[in-house]
């Protein structure tokens, strides 16, 4: 079955040397249609998990994704910042990733959920997948440098709004022209715009290719480098480290904080995805580790389907 694709990505079934745009009259260097589209409203951060709201002054009461089962509660009552509050709290950091042509970018100290932006190299230019809870000046500049290097930023995706971060902010300072995730989870995009909702299986660039795997969101997605061995896996598994850093236990959730396991259907969906893609390295919205495979997921889900439903962590040996 050939996956469907984004402008500017290879389609299996066209001619790779197509410029997809030139079917309609355009060009992958036109101006981005996108933009000024966006709610001129100020953005705010919720301090406890991240998440961003574009909401009239003087902000939000509630934090939406906190409120949800799959998150916990602030103890001592929702706080939110603005835009240049964010700024003053955190500085930025980018790093290569341990597979290469992946960037990682982040901020210290720790803010909201403390998510990981992956930048990944790609035949179109770059794809962000992911991104930090915040992009200082000095990480947008690194951005662009690289986007000029690499052949451009054309896409941004995510797997769920656990990962998207300052997905807003990329999404107004660079201009993707195109800015997915799954149609199921539109509901927690407020605060940017989606310019192209994926259904289950879609090609973000050449061997680049997110596929929903439901269960944790219904709209929860994984994107599968094919060329690097890499699973960017969302929140469809978590990992637990060892104290020097290496993979030691697997578990799958629809609430990690609340210990509430998914359901048999459910895994019996992410096993159908998972189990037909061939990697050797997960990435998380929080860190990247080899050492964990296709077949170590499989074993875990089989394991989880052959009795009552559990969040407990599985021991990578086990497995």
Same mark, same amino acid.
């Not at 997905?167 to 300072?173: G, I, P």
């Not at 893609?277 to 580790?289: I, K, N, R, S």
């Given at each position: 079955m050939t996956s469907p694709s984004v402008p500017g990505a290879i389609d299996r079934a066209t001619d790779p040397a197509a410029d997809p745009g030139a079917r309609h009259g355009t060009s992958q260097v036109d101006t981005n249609p996108y933009r000024g589209l966006l709610p001129d409203l100020p953005a705010y951060a919720c301090t406890n998990c991240g998440h961003w709201q574009r909401w009239p002054a003087p902000g939000p009461l509630v934090c939406p994704v906190c409120a949800d089962v799959r998150n916990a509660l602030p103890e001592h009552g929702f706080e939110f910042v603005t835009d240049k509050q964010a700024d003053e709290l955190v500085t930025g950091t980018w790093r290569p990733a341990p597979v290469d042509g992946v960037t990682e970018f982040g901020t210290e100290p720790r803010f909201g959920l403390d998510s990981r932006?992956?930048?990944?190299?790609?035949?179109?230019?770059?794809?962000?997948?992911?991104?930090?809870?915040? =992009?200082?000046?000095?990480?947008?500049?690194?951005?662009?440098?690289?986007?000029?290097?690499?052949?451009?930023?054309?896409?941004?995706?995510?797997?769920?709004?656990?990962? =998207?971060?300052?997905?807003?902010?990329?999404?107004?300072?660079?201009? *993707?022209? &195109?800015?997915c995730v799954n149609v199921h989870d539109l509901v927690w995009t407020k605060a940017f715009r989606v310019t192209w909702p994926a259904d289950d299986v879609l090609a973000l660039a050449p061997d680049l290719t997110l596929h929903r795997t439901g269960g944790h969101f219904a709209g929860h997605s994984v994107l599968h480098d094919r060329r690097r061995g890499v699973l960017f896996c969302g929140?469809?598994?978590?990992?637990?480290?060892?104290?020097?850093?290496?993979?030691?236990?697997?578990?799958?959730?629809?609430?990690?904080?609340?210990?509430?396991?998914?359901?048999?259907?459910?895994?019996? +969906?992410?096993?159908? &995805?998972?189990? +037909?893609?061939?990697?050797?390295?997960?990435?998380?919205?929080? +860190?990247?580790? *080899?050492?964990?495979?296709?077949?170590?997921?499989?074993?875990?889900?089989?394991?989880?389907?052959?009795?009552?439903?559990d969040a407990a962590p599985v021991p990578l040996d086990e497995l």
């Open positions: 932006g992956w930048v990944i190299e790609t035949d179109i230019g770059l794809v962000g997948f992911e991104c930090a809870p915040w =992009y200082t000046a000095d990480m947008l500049a690194e951005l662009r440098r690289m986007a000029a290097e690499k052949g451009g930023f054309p896409v941004l995706a995510s797997s769920h709004v656990h990962g =998207y971060g300052a997905l807003w902010q990329l999404q107004q300072e660079l201009e *993707p022209r &195109v800015v929140d469809s598994l978590k990992v637990d480290l060892s104290p020097d850093g290496e993979p030691a236990a697997l578990s799958a959730h629809k609430a990690f904080h609340a210990q509430i396991p998914l359901s048999h259907g459910e895994l019996r +969906e992410m096993l159908a &995805v998972v189990a +037909e893609l061939d990697f050797g390295t997960v990435a998380t919205p929080f +860190e990247m580790v *080899p050492g964990v495979t296709t077949d170590h997921v499989v074993h875990l889900v089989q394991r989880l389907l052959s009795g009552p439903p």
